[in-house]
C-alpha cells in the first residue's frame, strides 16, 4: 500500500531523552539523552510494534545528538538482541551522529563495530550529516515511504516533542 499523505501522522512517543515517530514505513529517532538500557528497550518495543504492522519490513533513520553518549556493555547486549529479533523486518538503519567531527567519529566506530559483530552491515550505514543520512534513507525507499519533505517535518516534531532546537 503506498504512503497515503492524506492520512494523520502519529505524535512522537518520547521516553526520557529519546523520542520516535513514524511515517509510512519510515521510523525517525532522536537521541538526546545516553543511549541506557530502559531507553534501549523502549525504542526497540515500538520497533518491533511497528515492524509487525509493516509487511515490507522497515527503513530507519536515528539521529543523535552530542549530548546523548554510546551504550554501555549492558544495553549493547539488549540492541545486539533485538537487533537480531528484528532481522529482515530492518531494510535500512541510517545513523547521524550530529556534533563535532571527534563525535561523529565515536559514533561511527560504535555503530560500524555493531554493524559487523551482527553481520548487518550492507543494511545499517552511518552519515555524516541530517541531510546525506535523508539521502541514504531515501535509497532504500519503497512504496509506502513518504517523501524527503515528509521525513523533515516528522524530525521537526521529534526536535519538539524533546524540546530540543533542532541541530544546524
Not at 41 to 49: C, G, H, K, N, V
Not at 76 to 104: C, D, F, M, Q
Request: glycine residues 8%; proline residues 7%.
Amino acid at each position: 500500500m503506498p504512503y497515503d499523505p492524506t492520512m494523520p501522522n502519529p505524535s512522537p512517543k518520547v521516553l526520557d531523552g529519546v523520542a520516535i515517530t513514524s511515517r509510512g514505513d519510515v521510523v525517525l529517532v532522536l537521541w538526546e539523552a545516553p543511549a541506557r538500557l530502559h531507553r534501549a528497550r523502549f525504542l526497540f518495543d515500538e520497533l518491533d510494534a511497528y515492524a509487525a504492522k509493516i509487511r515490507g519490513g522497515i527503513i530507519a533513520l536515528q539521529l543523535i545528538l552530542p549530548t546523548a553518549s554510546p551504550p554501555d556493555a549492558q544495553t549493547r547486549a539488549e540492541n545486539h538482541a533485538r537487533l537480531r529479533t528484528l532481522g529482515g523486518s530492518l531494510r535500512r538503519v541510517v545513523t547521524v551522529p550530529l556534533g563535532s567531527a571527534l563525535w561523529i567519529a565515536l559514533v561511527r566506530t560504535v555503530m560500524r563495530g555493531m554493524a559487523v559483530v551482527s553481520g548487518a552491515s550492507k543494511v545499517r550505514f552511518v552519515c555524516d550529516d541530517e541531510a546525506s543520512g535523508l539521502d541514504a534513507l531515501l535509497t532504500g525507499a519503497g512504496p509506502e515511504t513518504p517523501s524527503r519533505e515528509v521525513l523533515v517535518e516528522a524530525v521537526d516534531d521529534l526536535y519538539r516533542a524533546l524540546s530540543v532546537a533542532r541541530a544546524a
